[in-house]
């Protein structure tokens, strides 16, 4: 790309005038009839009112003009500094990371002053790749170069988390407001299942807290797989991103299935609601035909129909047959795998709709561990990092007993059922969880109440939603590095 502009010039290019520079009045057309009445106390006191929302819509778009000064400028800067690296995409990350730093530096990219950029400045935004897309809430694409090689978003996030995944393209993201837990992982893939789907094993590696201002850079691939769980309502993340793709993007799920990023076939979709639709109004046909579908399907319609009908399978009338059904089409062991993504899609599925109603930041960082951290330990530790003060087993505990009290979680926690989830989370087994209950409440209490106890405990250690608290971990710990 040949551009002997300066920096500067091509910025004018690209600047539209602010309203003040051509010359426009926003106040006085608004006002245009003021002083030409008599006016009572009640109309002064409006008058007054719409006089400060004027003033006040006034700043917010003179602020939304300094934003989109920034913006041009990183783009602009982004643009010359990897066009002089002849665009090699291994050198875009740093350069992303660092033009992100400098951008959230010199603007406030907030929630409301994206929406004035976007709405008050009337921004005729540019199709990016993400454009109309659900990866953010929505996603806003705020410079795309001249080249159309890379584009700057800004994604809002309101109850949206993203899945386990990869990238097809290199570059970087930031948290401009808010907090994020951002989880990394490993894949070891053993088998390649076509093009689209990989057999193997997958291990979380890492877990931190985002603030403000910390950036991370994306390289295209497996070598950077992660996902994010957003703490606040809402939460704006940018990035910078290149525009074509390196490779294809994978989505990952435990026990270690990754499979093609935005693939669904319409066909699978379609027979997948009409499934669902009969298994309400006539599950012996349900039965029947689900059998017939799964015993020679390819593995992406049995990955999908498991990821669907698994939670409901208490309703399929003999559930058996139809995972015998799917075998006979399939390795044992793909089977197996595809079963056990489906449980564990499950417990995502659970968090997800916990997230939704929870706007308490402590709460939804308890259940980002719970939906990232696939290991006890580990919980245990971040929990004493985010809250050096506090006993963090206790803290747990308290948060259990917050989301029984107050959402649907499967479980009803009493005192004595808190006292064993305390019991549970320090490794005892359950006599030694008794034991330690004598010493709290009275002992004629606990006998009575013996068999209930032990039932408790089993539930406690089954219940989907704290798996990795209590559960027996489907999925391995990558080494520490």
């Known amino acids: 790309m040949n551009d002997s502009r300066s920096l500067t010039d091509a910025s004018s290019d690209r600047n539209p005038q602010t309203a003040s520079e051509r010359g426009e009045d926003l106040v006085s057309p608004i006002m245009s009839d003021v002083g030409t009445k008599r006016w009572g106390s009640s109309e002064t006191e409006n008058h007054r009112t719409s006089l400060a929302q004027v003033e006040h819509a006034s700043h917010d778009l003179s602020q939304a003009e300094r934003l989109d000064t920034v913006i041009q400028r990183t783009g602009l800067t982004l643009e010359k500094a990897w066009r002089s690296e002849n665009y090699n995409d291994y050198r875009f990350p740093e350069l992303a990371t660092s033009a992100l730093q400098k951008m959230q530096e010199e603007g406030a990219f907030l929630f409301d002053s994206i929406a004035t950029w976007l709405i008050g400045l009337r921004k005729n935004v540019s199709e990016g790749p993400n454009e109309g897309g659900t990866f953010g809430q929505p996603p806003v694409t705020l410079y795309s170069d001249t080249s159309a090689r890379f584009v700057i978003e800004a994604l809002v996030w309101l109850d ?288 009575t109440h013996r068999g209930a106890l032990s039932d408790a405990w089993d539930e406690l250690h089954s219940i989907t939603l704290f798996r990795s608290l209590f559960g027996s971990p489907v999925k391995g710990v990558a080494s520490r590095r």
Do not use: C
């Open 160 to 447: 949206g988390t993203t899945a386990i995944h990869d990238h097809a393209f290199s570059g970087a993201f930031l948290v401009a407001q808010g907090s994020s837990v951002h989880t990394e992982y490993e894949f070891e893939m053993k088998e390649e299942i076509g093009t689209d789907m990989r057999l193997g094993s997958l291990a979380w590696k890492t877990s931190e807290i985002l603030t403000p201002g910390m950036a991370r850079p994306i390289h295209a691939g497996e070598g950077f797989i992660h996902a994010l769980f957003h703490l606040d309502y809402p939460s704006i993340t940018l990035v910078a991103r290149t525009t074509t793709s390196v490779t294809r993007q994978y989505n990952y799920m435990y026990p270690g299935i990754s499979s093609r990023a935005f693939l669904e076939p319409t066909r699978i979709k379609t027979q997948i609601r009409m499934l669902k639709a009969l298994l309400l109004a006539n599950p012996q046909h349900f039965q029947s035909l689900a059998e017939s579908l799964l015993s020679d399907a390819d593995l992406w319609t049995v990955r999908d129909f498991f990821a669907t009908f698994y939670e409901k399978r208490d309703s399929v009338p003999d559930w058996d047959r139809i995972v015998a059904a799917a075998a006979e089409g399939q390795d044992e062991t793909h089977i197996s795998a595809i079963i056990q993504s489906a449980g564990e899609a499950r417990k995502i599925a659970e968090v997800v709709a916990l997230r939704r109603k929870v706007r308490k930041k402590d709460l939804r960082f308890f259940l980002a561990l719970l939906m990232n951290v696939p290991d006890r330990s580990d919980i245990v530790r971040m929990t004493a990092e985010r809250y050096p003060d506090s006993d963090p087993s206790e803290k747990i505990v308290s948060w259990i007993s917050e989301l029984s009290d107050k959402y649907d979680i499967g479980l009803t926690f009493t005192p004595v059922t808190l006292a064993l989830a305390s019991a549970a989370l320090d490794d005892m087994d359950l006599q030694s969880a008794l034991d330690t209950l004598n010493k709290q409440f009275p002992t004629a209490q606990l006998m």
